[in-house]
């Protein structure tokens, strides 16, 4: 079994529906982040955070929320869906010493249209 | 700001060895990690380096120089497994921790 789980895998939907992504770990970690990956962009941290209490915008979060309950689990919610969040959407975990590296799941690819 | 800088592209030979490149300007620095990612794929931990020097793990090798805000990852003895994405991300202190990445480097092997 994967270590940090993303569900769905792929996803196509239509412009302003609601759209939730969720993530669960297992590795046991405190921190969890949202990313999002596009063509020659690289990633882009969407939300962290480092613990259940936690929760930090990154450098892109306009249009997006997010809702740690519990340790093991962070989402990650589009509220009213446009088309250029269409992209690869990574969910990572950390340990709590902030120098170690980061364990991404398997990756969501959402369209919007 | 914050900005790290890599290749786009490169290619390189089956049995060589090739050198990828990353400067970065942050305000702050904590360590860099170095990714791989094959296309479609979750990206995967190489090395971290945090002091000067070159930390070296198998056919893959990382150094760093803090002074120059530079870094390189090489890679040696190419397999065509090794044909990935290569992504540079700095960890630095502002009110929390965070990493910053790179937009990756595309390395092809050819035969």
Redesign the interface.
């Given at each position: 079994d994967a270590d940090v789980t993303q569900t769905p895998r792929n996803r196509i939907t239509k412009t302003g529906k609601r759209i939730m992504l969720e993530c669960s770990q297992t590795k046991g970690h405190d921190r969890m982040y949202w990313?999002r990956q596009d063509p020659?962009?690289?990633?882009?941290?969407i939300y962290?955070s480092?613990d259940v209490k936690d929760i930090?915008k990154?450098?892109i979060s306009d249009g997006y929320s997010v809702s740690r309950q519990a340790q093991a689990k962070f989402s990650l919610s589009l509220e009213s869906a446009i088309p250029n969040q269409t992209a690869?959407y990574?969910c990572a975990t950390g340990k709590g010493t902030?120098?170690q590296?980061?364990?991404?799941?398997?990756?969501t690819r959402l369209s919007i249209l | 700001g914050q900005n790290i800088d890599q290749p786009t592209e490169m290619t390189a030979t089956e049995g060589a060895i090739v050198q990828i490149n990353c400067t970065y300007q942050t305000s702050g620095f904590n360590g860099l990690f170095w990714y791989q990612q094959h296309a479609g794929e979750a990206p995967t931990f190489l090395s971290y380096n945090v002091l000067d020097g070159l930390e070296e793990k198998g056919r893959f090798s990382s150094f760093l120089s803090r002074s120059k805000g530079y870094s390189y990852l090489l890679l040696k003895e190419l397999q065509m497994k090794d044909s990935a994405s290569y992504l540079c991300a700095v960890i630095f202190y502002s009110s929390a921790s965070k990493i910053i990445f790179g937009s990756g480097t595309r390395l092809s092997i050819r035969p």
């Open positions: 990313y020659g962009l690289g990633l882009r941290l962290y480092f930090n990154g450098e690869l990574f902030g120098n590296p980061q364990h991404f799941g398997d990756g | -």
